[in-house]
T-cell receptor, first 116, second 115 residues
Framework: AQKITQTQPGMFVQEKEAVTLDCTYDTSDQSYGLFWYKQPSSGEMIFLIYQGSYDEQNATEGRYSLNFQKARKSANLVISASQLGDSAMYFCAMREGGTGGFKTIFGAGTRLFVKA | ETGVTQTPRHLVMGMTNKKSLKCEQHLGHNAMYWYKQSAKKPLELMFVYSLEERVENNSVPSRFSPECPNSSHLFLHLHTLQPEDSALYLC??????????????FGQGTRLTVV
């Protein structure tokens, strides 16, 4: 079974508008971390934002915020005031306990297109 | 200098060739990772090294052989690959494998094509 589900293969958003990228996860661990990464066409994965499972406040980093709903096991990424440079693949990831450490599992990604 | 550097950026190899992918990190991190990114599939974790010791090996075929000579360098040795091994291979590092909240820093990847 998939641990990280991103149901939107592709999304379009108008420049300067906000967009929400969906992510749901599955874990039985009490302690885990949730991440979002951006992958432009250059290939490099760029860390955007982190939310810990015990964090009560939603994480924010500039124009990025994470809408964390623990009971629903969702961790949606909200990008405000979209810019053309936001066009990229976006990956949701979860870090959960493994053998002696933590391993990171990625979703299949959502491709975001920002229209001028 | 970028944090994580991968070479080469592109590689085309025949099924009988032997080649190596190189990754170098300048961040002082203790953990390094190899991921495989195939089209329309989630990133697959291949190997994890913590302080030069392999700590994860996710059922990766033996035609992929990792090497971590020190905490700054990670190699992926390739031999007798199959066309389905064509993918983007991403190297990453993080401060410590045992920390939950540590984000990974990725290189730009090596685009591998097996012919």
């Amino acid at each position: 079974a998939q641990k990280i589900t991103q149901t939107q293969p592709g999304m379009f958003v108008q420049e300067k508008e906000a967009v929400t990228l969906d992510c749901t996860y599955d874990t039985s661990d009490q302690s885990y971390g949730l991440f979002w990464y951006k992958q432009p066409s250059s290939g490099e994965m760029i860390f955007l934002i982190y939310q810990g499972s015990y964090d009560e406040q939603n994480a924010t980093e500039g124009r990025y915020s994470l809408n964390f709903q623990k009971a629903r096991k969702s961790a949606n990424l909200v990008i405000s005031a979209s810019q053309l440079g936001d066009s990229a693949m976006y990956f949701c990831a979860m870090r959960e306990g493994g053998t002696g450490g933590f391993k990171t599992i990625f979703g299949a990604g959502t491709r975001l297109f920002v229209k001028a | 200098e970028t944090g994580v550097t991968q070479t080469p950026r592109h590689l085309v190899m025949g099924m009988t060739n032997k080649k190596s992918l190189k990754c170098e990190q300048h961040l002082g991190h203790n953990a390094m990772y190899w991921y495989k990114q195939s089209a329309k599939k989630p990133l697959e974790l291949m190997f994890v090294y913590s302080l030069e010791e392999r700590v994860e090996n996710n059922s990766v075929p033996s035609r992929f052989s990792p090497e971590c000579p020190n905490s700054s360098h990670l190699f992926l040795h390739l031999h007798t690959l199959q066309p389905e091994d064509s993918a983007l291979y991403l190297c990453a590092s993080s401060q410590d494998w045992a920390f939950m909240n540590t984000e990974a820093f990725f290189g730009q990847g090596t685009r591998l094509t097996v012919v």
